[in-house]
Nanobody, 124 residues
Framework: QVQLVESGGGLVQPGGSLRLSCAAS????????MSWYRQAPGKERELVAG????????NYADSVKGRFAISRDNAKNTVYLQMNRLKPEDTAVYYC?????????????????WGQGTQVSVSS
């Protein structure tokens, strides 16, 4: 059974920091690209940061470059999002995503998994 369980959200003052964690199970974590998305009230879900399964470049939304950092620990099947210098506009539900193209014989599966989300609120 595939599971992505986010944790680490909460209420923080502007300028503060939080570290989100996403613990994965039920699939081969190291084979999957991992990303963090967020969705603010009344807005569409947007990509915050993403990293490939191995090698390649890490992508960040322009709005978080220089403040957020994504990392992964394949030994712990966990991806992190370190968020520094938080702003009120960072307030959203943050979702963990795992994605990979998996071949079972000749059949290709586009596996796309989501966590349940964790609330991040930035307010004084």
């Amino acid at each position: 059974q595939v599971q992505l369980v986010e944790s680490g959200g909460g209420l923080v003052q502007p300028g503060g920091s939080l570290r989100l964690s996403c613990a994965a199970s039920g699939f081969t974590f190291s084979d999957y690209a991992m990303s963090w998305y967020r969705q603010a009230p009344g807005k569409e879900r947007e990509l915050v940061a993403g990293m490939p399964s191995s090698g390649g470049s890490i992508n960040y939304a322009d709005s978080v470059k220089g403040r957020f950092a994504i990392s992964r620990d394949n030994a712990k099947n966990t991806v992190y999002l370190q968020m520094n210098r938080l702003k009120p506009e960072d307030t959203a539900v943050y979702y963990c995503n795992a994605r990979a193209l998996v071949y079972v014989g000749p059949v290709k599966y586009d596996n796309d998994y989501w966590g349940q989300g964790t609330q991040v609120s930035v307010s004084s």
